[in-house]
């Protein structure tokens, strides 16, 4: 029997919906909690080419939300160990892994050759730089995030709109999974819903997912809401070093014990900086850094009160 026999029976694949499936290009962004289930699925479903991105290892103290991998591949990079197993999954589906940040830098080049991106990272700087991205060349972005026991996910651009008009600005106070811990299986149902929708954009369902945001809360309710129609909200921009012109001012809000590197040779190294600090010459711009750009980002908030001029935000990972 067709492995998807199960599936092209579905009035909303068919043989045609499967061969579009076969023929699609997907970008996911993460090899981890999201990253896991949504290979799974997509692999399963026969989607045919999937680049996967992730630079990090194999640790034990993720093995609780990435099932997928075993103690004894601690320390082994996580996209190539997704990748092999996903070959073992199905050996018709294309996955290559690279093993890299994503950056603004390369972050135009992996998009462009994708039809649909998922954002599996649950960083601040990766998102909007997908957004921002995908926006630009109207790619579909399936985005999520986690944590404790709620979390959310949302379609954006490809026609609709992005994760700014959503949210203009970061949701929590900077918690993380190592700070504020999160069980594994909501991560888990967040991934999958990704997956559904991404499989949703591929196939033309209808309604399409993108537009839609899904929110499941601590007491595990869902709810959901269409923002087909919400306005773009600008904020400031991630950049990536390389990006850093002469003449900008550099703000590394990291303390030396945080990072004895500066961002730059030049840059100014003030954890307080927004609502007091120096500012550049008019028609210059301010570059903001920190390591993981929430704490960039609120000084951007706190500059923007006095000071219009254009800023850039650097996450230093």
């Known amino acids: 029997m067709n492995r998807y026999a199960r599936q092209t029976i579905l009035p909303e694949v068919g043989g045609s919906g499967q ?9 996911v962004i993460g090899a981890g909690a999201l990253g896991v289930p949504v290979l799974q699925y997509l692999v399963g479903a026969g989607v045919g ?31 190539r160990a997704a990748q092999q197993a996903m070959q073992r999954l199905n050996s018709t589906v294309e996955v290559t892994p690279v093993m890299e940040w994503l950056t603004p830098t390369n972050a135009p080049s992996l998009v462009a050759g994708a039809d649909i991106v998922l954002d599996c990272a649950d960083s601040y700087a990766v998102s909007y730089t997908l957004s921002d991205t995908c926006f630009a060349t109207r790619k579909p972005l399936i985005s999520a995030s986690a944590l404790a026991l709620e979390g959310y996910v949302g379609g954006y651009c490809g026609g609709a709109p992005s994760l700014r008009a959503i949210f203009p600005d970061p949701t929590d106070a900077g918690a993380t999974c190592a700070t504020a811990g999160v069980l594994g299986p909501i991560v888990g149902m967040l991934g999958c819903l990704q997956a559904r929708m991404a499989l949703g954009v591929l196939l033309g369902i209808d309604p399409s997912p993108l537009g839609l945001l899904i929110r499941m809360d601590s007491a595990m ?4 809401f269409r ?7 600008p904020g400031p921009c ?4 390389r990006d850093v012109r002469p003449g900008d001012l550099v703000v590394d809000l990291r303390p030396s014990e945080e990072a004895p590197t500066l961002a730059t040779p030049d840059a100014l190294r003030m954890p307080d900086y ?9 028609g210059g711009r301010v570059v903001i850094a920190c390591r993981s750009g929430l704490r960039a980002w609120r000084a951007a908030n706190l ?11 650097l996450a230093l990972n």
């Open 238 to 241: 991630f950049i990536s070093l």
């Open 227 to 233: 923002f087909d129609k919400a306005p773009e909200e």
């Open 221 to 224: 309710r869902f709810s959901q």
């Open 19 to 27: 061969e579009r499936l076969q023929a699609a290009r997907v970008l």
């Open 303 to 313: 500059l923007a009160q006095r000071w219009r001029g254009d800023v850039a935000l």
């Open 274 to 282: 927004g609502s007091t600090g120096p500012l550049p010459d008019t």
């Open 49 to 79: 080419h999937i680049t996967l991105v992730d630079p990090d290892v194999i640790e034990v103290s993720n093995l609780h939300r990435q099932p997928l991998y075993t103690e004894s591949q601690a320390g082994q990079p996580k996209a």
